[in-house]
C-alpha cells in the first residue's frame, strides 16, 4: 500500500473506531499494528521485544546457544528419561537428521523439573525488562494485559497446553498483596485466559507469610527459602485437573517448581508453565549478544 493508500485507510479507520493506544508505550496506535482481542501493541514495540527463538530448553523455554557445539552441551544422554528428543538447531536446517538428545539449559539439567514443560515469551531483557518492571512496581497494568496476549499467541499451536482445565497465577503473599494493591501474575493470566478460553482459579494456591523479598535473596538461599511457601488452599478445585500456571519471570525455575508441587501434591494431573519473560544463563548463551 502506497503513503496514500495508508493515509486513506488511518483516515476511514479514525472514522469508523476511537483512538487507541499501544499497551506497552502508548503511543497513538497505527491500522497497521498488532491487534488481538481489539487490544493494541505497536510495531515499534514488537520490534524491540527480544522474543523467545529456538534453540530453547525443552523443559523450562530458555533460549540457548544455537550452533552445534552448545546443542552438544547441553545435552546429556546419561540422564533417565531426556533421550529420544530430536529437535534440531536452527543451523541443522537441510542437513540429514541424527538423534539427539533433549536441549536442556543447566538450571533444568542440575535440579529436577516437576513442571512438564514451561514456555516464554521472550528474554527478560531490554523493553521486557522494563516493562515488567513499570507492571509491578509502577501500576502499569496495561502492561500486563500487553504481555498476557502475547502469551496466547506464545501458545498458539500448543495444543497440549492449550486444552488446560484452568490457569492459576503464582499468588503473592499476603503483605506484598496488601502494599502492591494487585498480583502481576493474575493480570497477566486475566489477559491470556480471556483469549484462550480459559478459566483463571486465583483462590486455590496461597503463599506462605514471612517470606523474605526474593530479589534480596540469591541461589541456594532462595531455594531454601521458598522450600514450602507455596500451599494450595482449596485442593478440590485442582484435584485432578490439568493446570496451566502463569508468572512474570522464570529466573532459575524454583518458584514454578515450587508451585507445581504444591498444585501436584493437591492431585492436580499436571502443571505447565507459561511465563511472560525467562532469564538467559550466561553458561548456556555463546551466541550473538541478544541484548537490544
Ligand atoms: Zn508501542
Ligand atoms: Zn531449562
Given at each position: 500500500m502506497g503513503t496514500f493508500g495508508k493515509d486513506l485507510w488511518r483516515g476511514i479507520v479514525s472514522l469508523v473506531m476511537p483512538q487507541s493506544y499501544c499497551l506497552l508505550c502508548g503511543e497513538p496506535f497505527g491500522p497497521m499494528d498488532f491487534s488481538l482481542e481489539g487490544r493494541q501493541i505497536c510495531h515499534a514495540c514488537l520490534e524491540q521485544i527480544p522474543f523467545v527463538v529456538p534453540p530453547?530448553?525443552?523443559?523450562?523455554g530458555r533460549p540457548l546457544r544455537g550452533n552445534d557445539e552448545g546443542t552438544r552441551l547441553n545435552s546429556?544422554?546419561?540422564?533417565?528419561?531426556?533421550?529420544?528428543?530430536?529437535?534440531?538447531?536452527?543451523?541443522?536446517?537441510?542437513?540429514k537428521p541424527r538423534p539427539r538428545a533433549a536441549l536442556l539449559c543447566s538450571e533444568c539439567r542440575r535440579h529436577g523439573r516437576i513442571f512438564q514443560k514451561a514456555r516464554a515469551v521472550a528474554v527478560y531483557d531490554g523493553i521486557v525488562k522494563e516493562r515488567i518492571h513499570d507492571l509491578k512496581y509502577r501500576g502499569a497494568l496495561h502492561v500486563g494485559e500487553a504481555l498476557g496476549l502475547l502469551m496466547a499467541r506464545c501458545l498458539e499451536g500448543d495444543l497440549r497446553l492449550l486444552a488446560s482445565d484452568m490457569i492459576v497465577p503464582v499468588p503473592l503473599s499476603p503483605e506484598r498483596m496488601k502494599t502492591r494493591g494487585y498480583n502481576q501474575s493474575e493480570i497477566l493470566a486475566r489477559s491470556l485466559g480471556k483469549v484462550v478460553g480459559i478459566g483463571v482459579v486465583t483462590d486455590a494456591m496461597a503463599r506462605g507469610d514471612?517470606?523474605?523479598?526474593?530479589?534480596l535473596l540469591k541461589g541456594n538461599q532462595r531455594r531454601r527459602n521458598l522450600g514450602d511457601v507455596f500451599e494450595v488452599v482449596s485442593p478440590s478445585h485442582v484435584a485432578g485437573r490439568s493446570v496451566l500456571l502463569v508468572d512474570d519471570v522464570l529466573t532459575t525455575g524454583t518458584t514454578a517448581n515450587e508451585c507445581s508441587m504444591a498444585l501436584l501434591k493437591a492431585g492436580a494431573r499436571s502443571v505447565s508453565v507459561v511465563v511472560a519473560a525467562v532469564g538467559i544463563l550466561q553458561s548456556d548463551w555463546y551466541g550473538k549478544n541478544f541484548v537490544h
Open positions: 530453547m530448553c525443552q523443559k523450562c546429556d544422554p546419561e540422564k533417565p528419561g531426556l533421550r529420544g528428543n530430536d529437535q534440531g538447531a536452527e543451523g541443522d536446517r537441510g542437513k514471612g517470606v523474605m523479598s526474593q530479589s
